[in-house]
């Protein structure tokens, strides 16, 4: 789960609750790594896979709301500065 927190930029212990809830939930299924039994392999379930294409259609609607209202060139403007922001290293 390393590389959800890595990817997530949260702290383990954040990542680990997070996935909890998620398995609670049904969303997703959590097995230990065989290579590396300290580690965990998390994966979506079919329930899971379903939420996450109902959110994306949501991201994507609001999105194109955005751009409709702001515009391309300020849309575009803000893509390219929320981008470089997430993807600084700290």
Do not use: C, F
Not at 9 to 29: E, F, I
Not at 71 to 84: K, P
């Amino acid at each position: 789960m390393g590389g959800l927190s890595k990817t997530l930029s949260l702290n383990p212990p954040a990542v680990t609750g997070l996935v909890d809830r998620m398995v609670k939930a049904g969303l997703v299924t959590k097995k230990t790594d065989q290579d590396d039994g300290r580690g965990a392999m998390v994966a979506l379930t079919k329930k899971g896979t379903e939420a996450a294409e109902r959110a994306d259609v949501v991201l994507r609607e609001l999105n194109a709301g955005l751009e409709a209202q702001l515009g391309d060139e300020v849309s575009n403007v803000l893509h390219n500065a929320l981008t470089r922001i997430a993807t600084e290293e700290s």
